[in-house]
């Protein structure tokens, strides 16, 4: 109503405002037409004035022609010439009475104009008051507009702060969270990872000579790059030791391996490895007398043990692998074993980690669109790739022909390779496959309350929920953190805390050793998942076997039993 009203009252400013530039127009040409008019009027003047000396000059003449008796022809021209001006003057005075009535009507015409153009702006005065009324309306109502609109962004943040972030649902738990700043966790070493033991290679740093390290074999180009296997180690890089091969039955397999030479208290180091992981042993041998001529014969070191020695003295301290019981057998010093001994020693100690980047808006998971949020916090954990021709650490990426998408995001954090599976940017077809296949998620959640089992997956043990909380200056947004974790995954460091956190370092090397830790501790999660008869412990210990199982295989025929 208020815009119809609006409208009217604009339109009929126009149309005054036409009459108005009408009425100029008027009244310009009221003065050109007087302005004539009044030329006329003095050129009549002057022309009467002129006939009144004609007429005088013509009695004069005819009085001098009448005196001189000229002739009648004369005297009659004088008279008609005279009659004609008579006429000429009559005529002028018709024109003056015109002029006069003219100049009468443009006076009156002018009177109405002013009379008009008064009326004109009392209409103007009126409307500006009107304009003005509404202007004053539309300001109220923008103010309320503006009220209602911060009230609603309040209302918003309030909403952001306080609404849970998951439902609870059976098998997950939410991780309770704690008072304090995350920038009090900088003062930690990030190194300071849970289950340390997954980033000891005591195979490596114990049975190789002391200059020999992952860096230095991947200087001299001993990693395959195609599946990132070490290879071509040769004999003389170890330090002199024995491989042992035990196997009870299909399910009890170990390798142990047992160094040749002792410390000063007569204890040698060995390594046993079986489906439950590597432990390492101290041997104690007995003291022995050996003859200078002995040692020379046999070019041995004093305090070098024979293979023989060693698996006696083996024996004594492990009854359980006598003989009778369970075969010993030695594998050759130049065979292959010690290398897929390095390779097992690394492929069972996690690196290398992929997280799957959830984007959770309207009770769904959208995998269509994301918010510039959402867009920034990407650029924040990583750096955007493209997966055609990387060389690097792919996470079951594809990186020639574009299978997996085109683009993805990387970071690599105090030596760990991590890939970021971020959903919008996977293409339909391998998106479960690639995230389903992921322990920890993170689930950006623009809004709502996230369901846990809203995607259904046997793998993933642990879930970061991030739920952005806008400034007060809008210009930025913080973070709200929370974690879900599964039945069973135990506890992890660093600790959660309460409140929203600022986008900086401190945060992202949360979040990224918080996701490591969440990892690791997941393979000690005991508890199975819905249908799923096994945890990633057996699967673990499955892996374990199964290489395990398969190096006695491959090497029992080379060995030579004792």
């Known amino acids: 109503m208020e815009t119809e009203f609006t409208e009217f009252i604009e339109s009929e400013q126009r149309v005054i405002e036409l009459e108005k530039a009408l009425l100029e127009q008027e009244w310009e040409l009221f003065k050109r037409e007087q302005s004539v008019a009044h030329r006329e009027l003095e050129v009549a003047k002057r022309e009467s004035h002129y006939i009144s000396e004609m007429r005088n000059l013509y009695t004069i003449k005819e009085k001098y022609l009448l005196s001189?008796?000229?002739?009648?022809?004369?005297?009659?021209?004088?008279?008609?010439?005279?009659?004609?001006?008579?006429?000429?003057?009559?005529?002028?005075?018709?024109?003056?009475?015109?002029?006069?009535?003219?100049?009468?009507?443009?006076?009156?015409?002018?009177?109405?104009?002013?009379?008009?153009?008064?009326?004109?702006?009392?209409?103007?005065?009126?409307?500006?008051?009107?304009?003005?009324?509404?202007?004053?309306?539309?300001?109220?109502?923008?103010?309320?507009?503006?009220?209602?609109?911060?009230?609603?962004?309040?209302?918003?943040?309030?909403?952001?702060?306080?609404?849970?972030?998951?439902?609870?649902?059976?098998?997950?738990?939410?991780?309770?969270?704690?008072?304090g700043s995350i920038s009090s966790l900088s003062s930690l070493s990030a190194w300071e990872l849970d289950y340390p033991e997954n980033d000891i290679f005591f195979y490596r740093d114990n049975f190789m000579k002391e200059s020999t390290t992952y860096a230095e074999l991947e200087k001299a180009r001993k990693w395959l790059s195609f599946d990132n296997k070490l290879t071509n180690v040769k004999p003389e890089e170890f330090q002199e030791h024995i491989n042992l091969l035990l196997q009870e039955s299909d399910d009890d397999v170990a390798v142990i391996s047992i160094k040749k030479?002792?410390?000063?208290?007569?204890?040698?180091?060995?390594?046993?490895?079986?489906?439950?992981?590597?432990?390492?042993?101290?041997?104690?041998?007995?003291?022995?007398?050996?003859?200078?001529?002995?040692?020379?014969?046999?070019?041995?070191?004093?305090?070098?043990?024979?293979?023989?020695?060693?698996i006696t003295s083996f024996r004594k301290q492990f009854p359980v692998f006598q003989a009778?019981?369970?075969?010993?057998?030695?594998?050759?010093?130049?065979?292959?074993?010690?290398?897929?001994?390095?390779?097992?020693?690394?492929?069972?100690?996690?690196?290398?980690?992929?997280?799957?980047?959830?984007?959770?808006?309207?009770?769904?998971?959208?995998?269509?669109?994301?918010?510039?949020?959402?867009?920034?916090?990407?650029?924040?954990?990583?750096?955007?790739?493209?997966?055609?021709g990387w060389c690097g650490y792919k996470a079951d990426l594809d990186s020639t022909l574009n299978k997996t998408g085109t683009h993805s995001y990387y970071t690599e954090w105090f030596g760990h390779d991590i890939m970021f599976h971020v959903a919008p940017l996977l293409p339909e077809d391998c998106r479960d496959r690639l995230i389903g296949n992921d322990i920890v998620w993170f689930v950006w959640i623009q809004d709502g309350v996230w369901d846990p089992n809203l995607i259904l997956s046997q793998v993933n043990h642990c879930q970061v929920l991030l739920r952005p909380v806008p400034a007060q200056d809008r210009s930025t947004f913080l973070l709200r953190v929370g974690i879900a974790a599964r039945v069973g995954v135990p506890a992890s460091t660093p600790p959660l805390y309460e409140g929203e956190h600022e986008l900086n370092e401190d945060l992202r090397d949360f979040l990224l050793r918080k996701a490591l830790n969440l990892e690791r501790a997941s393979w000690h999660c005991e508890s199975t998942i819905r249908s799923q008869s096994k945890s990633l412990q057996d699967h673990l210990e499955l892996t374990r076997r199964g290489q395990l199982c398969y190096m006695v295989k491959k090497y029992r025929s080379t060995a030579r039993e004792f």
């Open 68 to 179: 001189t008796k000229q002739s009648q022809d004369e005297t009659k021209k004088l008279a008609l010439k005279k009659l004609e001006l008579e006429s000429v003057h009559q005529q002028l005075e018709k024109s003056k009475e015109a002029l006069l009535e003219t100049t009468q009507r443009l006076k009156e015409k002018k009177r109405e104009h002013w009379k008009r153009e008064m009326e004109l702006n009392n209409d103007i005065s009126s409307d500006l008051v009107l304009k003005k009324k509404i202007n004053e309306l539309r300001e109220k109502e923008n103010e309320r507009a503006m009220e209602i609109q911060q009230e609603k962004f309040f209302q918003l943040i309030k909403k952001a702060r306080t609404e849970p972030l998951m439902i609870q649902t059976e098998g997950f738990r939410l991780i309770p969270s704690e008072k």
């Open 324 to 388: 009778s019981v369970i075969p010993v057998v030695s594998c050759k010093k130049e065979c292959a074993l010690p290398n897929d001994l390095l390779e097992l020693d690394r492929t069972l100690k996690t690196q290398s980690y992929k997280f799957g980047l959830l984007y959770f808006s309207e009770n769904t998971v959208n995998h269509e669109r994301f918010s510039p949020e959402f867009q920034t916090f990407l650029d924040f954990m990583g750096d955007k790739i493209k997966l055609k």
């Open 261 to 310: 030479t002792c410390d000063s208290n007569r204890n040698i180091l060995g390594l046993t490895r079986t489906k439950m992981g590597d432990q390492p042993f101290l041997l104690p041998m007995e003291s022995r007398v050996v003859s200078k001529v002995t040692t020379v014969a046999r070019n041995k070191p004093p305090g070098l043990y024979s293979t023989k020695e060693i």
